[in-house]
């Protein structure tokens, strides 16, 4: 059983958005628009706790109570033979909620990649390095960053999983776009507020496109093993 096309149409489109972001300023042509340089201020003030609560705590609290509903029902679903039907939609879907975020975290962990509101460039006292240069010899951080990629919106892009969780078209679609919109809502409140570039942004929801497809092909492989068995 082969990994579907999509599967390839993701990991190539990510590795060209990554290779686009690595030799252009178009994270700084982006970012710039949220920036007022003459006042040092980001469009959205970052300790704003109204938005904060609706747009970060509150957003991460209602995927984590979604995912652990998921995660009861398909204990439910095992253990009394009940909604066998939406075994896999619930498997599929929190698989998805639990290796996207996960892996994204992990990366961002690695990375070293500051926060466009800790860069020289907004105010801060950070030179702007690509995800693979090294930093200047010069340079030294209190810290490693941990701002590539964006983490947060990458539980809202998990749910991009819906388009093969459910069965009919429609259906389909709505989850899909689901996913993506609740995603780029989470992502572009972070970039108002100088937490991530466009990029990190685009390239979280590509990344979990490659592993929403993986998961897919996985669960389906070993669905069909156990149906020869």
């Known amino acids: 059983m082969k990994l579907s096309r999509s599967f390839w149409v993701a990991l190539v489109s990510l590795l060209l958005v990554f290779w686009i972001s690595e030799t252009t300023e178009v994270d700084f042509w982006v970012q710039d628009r949220f920036f007022d340089f003459k006042t040092g201020q980001w469009l959205i003030w970052k300790d704003d706790e109204t938005l904060r609560l609706i747009f970060y705590s509150g957003a991460k609290a209602v995927i984590a109570l979604f995912g652990g509903g998921l995660f009861f029902l398909l204990l439910v679903s095992w253990k009394r033979g009940i909604w066998i039907a939406h075994r896999q939609f619930f498997l599929l879907v929190l698989l998805s909620l639990i290796v996207v975020p996960s892996l994204t975290a992990w990366i961002k962990s690695v990375s070293n990649v500051h926060c466009p509101w800790s860069i020289t460039r907004y105010g801060g006292e950070v030179p702007k390095v690509a995800v693979l240069a090294p930093y200047p010899a010069d340079f030294k951080s209190e810290r490693p960053g941990k701002c590539f990629p964006a983490g947060h919106p990458s539980g809202g892009f998990a749910f991009m999983m819906l388009f093969h969780a459910f069965h009919s ?13 609740l995603g780029w809502v989470m992502g572009i ?18 990344l979990a496109w490659v592993v929403i497809e993986v998961i897919n092909w996985f669960v389906n492989y070993l669905n069909l093993r156990y149906d020869k068995k």
Do not use: D, E, N, P
């Open 169 to 181: 078209r429609r259906a389909r679609m709505v989850g899909l776009w689901f996913g993506i919109s």
């Open 189 to 206: 409140y972070q970039m108002l507020k100088g937490a991530h570039y466009f990029s990190h942004v685009i390239i979280t929801m590509l």
